[in-house]
């Protein structure tokens, strides 16, 4: 599913450096991933920096996650403010 996403996002989406103008319909660009020898050079490079923001997240949020699962495994489901104590932010819903 990730690799759709950056599939869509280098050839439907706009977010491309190489014509980001240009349209491609999902099956097009599914087959254009098999023609076009740089599409996934661009592919790989988008997911790996999006595997390492969510890896720099995650570590960042570390004591955090791991006392939300800790509390998840003895309660089985938490309410939102909780959670969001837990995880170390006191703002509420937004409105």
Do not use: C, W
């Amino acid at each position: 599913m990730a690799t759709d996403h950056a599939i869509a996002a280098e050839t439907r989406l706009g977010f491309s450096d190489e014509q980001p103008l240009l349209y491609r319909p999902a099956a097009v660009a599914i087959n254009k991933l098999s023609l076009d020898r740089h599409l996934p050079d661009r592919v790989n490079a988008r997911l790996v920096a999006a595997e390492a923001m969510a890896r720099d997240l995650l570590e960042r949020q570390r004591a955090a996650l791991i006392a939300i699962a800790e509390r998840l495994k003895d309660v089985g489901v938490m309410n939102g403010e909780e959670f969001r104590r837990l995880l170390g932010t006191n703002n509420g819903p937004e409105n």
